[in-house]
């Protein structure tokens, strides 16, 4: 297993509105599952890539973060 984090960039600005993380099986080919998932519509096929992966076997981590705050 892999740990992933799944960016979705704006397609105008480039930035990054939204990302998940998942627990990816090693076995599971990203670019494939890009790929099916852009034959399959998209975001416009009502999930998200994140969502695809899912189906595919990845699981969603609750990612905690900590920002040290230098002084």
């Avoid at 600005?13 to 519509?41: C, H, N, R, S, Y």
Wanted: hydrophobic share 45%; charged share 20%.
């Amino acid at each position: 297993m892999k740990i992933w984090v799944v960016q979705c960039l704006e397609q105008w600005t480039g930035v990054i509105e939204k990302q998940e993380f998942l627990l990816v099986p090693d076995l599971l080919d990203m670019a494939k599952e890009e790929a099916a998932w852009f034959a399959a519509g998209g975001d416009s096929s009502g999930k998200s890539f994140a969502d695809h992966l899912v189906g595919c076997g990845a699981t969603r981590l609750d990612a905690q973060f900590w920002t040290i705050n230098y002084q």
